[in-house]
């Protein structure tokens, strides 16, 4: 119960801050369906480097098309698009995290506000390095050599997306969404997201994937502090 109230009042005085009231601020929820017949996952091969085979007891999917069990569709990015313009909200000190795990990077999809950092690490025991492809931001190409290694980055223009890669592992990529702002969210298991503390009013959503490019789709959060939304994919 302590640990509740803590948190309440750390979502209000952040409200505040941004100069949004408590009252007038609420969550969009949705998912992302997925029609037609899901292709096949690519099967990645990562007999180059016998550490990152050994690192997997089964078969590494690419993650470029999830089709989740229920129909829907996984790594979709869904952030505030219009809307939100003459607004300021300051970048969170607290680190997103990135990691390079079984030759894999976690997650396949993040976002992160302008001027925040992005916690980069090396969870493996091989040579990896981290390459943005960004087009706002400088561009940086990190080695990173030793096992439990940490670099931090930050993006200073936003930009969605940036992709993320290894040249030493060809197979290994990944999206970051760089945004002025806090009101996205990323389409999981189930193909659920969900945009927290967005205050009332009407915004252009846009919802991008990898593979299958973007949508968007209008959106009014009303007084009463909720609002859904449904985007659709098709194969």
Avoid at 135 to 154: A, D, Q, R, V
């Amino acid at each position: 119960m302590k640990t509740n109230k803590i948190l309440a009042a750390i979502f209000t005085s952040t409200l505040l801050l941004w100069g949004v009231s408590p009252a007038f601020a609420g969550d969009v929820t949705g998912s992302v369906s997925f029609t037609g017949t899901a292709p096949a996952q690519e099967t990645l091969n990562m007999g180059a480097d016998p550490t990152c085979a050994s690192a997997h007891s089964g078969p590494v999917y690419s993650e470029s098309v999830v089709v989740n069990d229920n129909g829907t569709l996984k790594n979709v990015f869904v952030y505030v698009k219009q809307g939100l313009e003459g607004q300021n909200f300051p970048a969170p000190k607290e680190a997103v995290a990135f990691d390079q795990s079984g030759c894999h990077y976690t997650p396949h999809v993040l976002g992160v506000q302008v001027g925040q950092p992005v916690e980069i690490r090396n969870s493996d025991a091989t040579l990896h390095n981290v390459h943005s492809l960004a087009k706002n931001s400088k561009e940086f190409n990190l080695g990173m050599p030793i096992k439990g290694m940490k670099l931090k980055k930050t993006f200073d223009k936003e930009e969605v997306m940036v992709k993320v890669k290894c040249d030493v592992h060809p197979w290994m990529n990944a999206y970051i969404g760089v945004l002025t702002h806090p009101f996205y969210g990323i389409s999981g298991d189930d193909g659920s997201f969900m945009i927290k503390g967005l205050p009332a009013g009407t915004y252009t959503l846009e919802a991008w994937h990898e593979t299958y490019g973007t949508q968007t789709q209008e959106v009014t959060v009303g007084a009463d502090g909720s609002a859904e939304v449904s985007f659709s994919f098709a194969g």
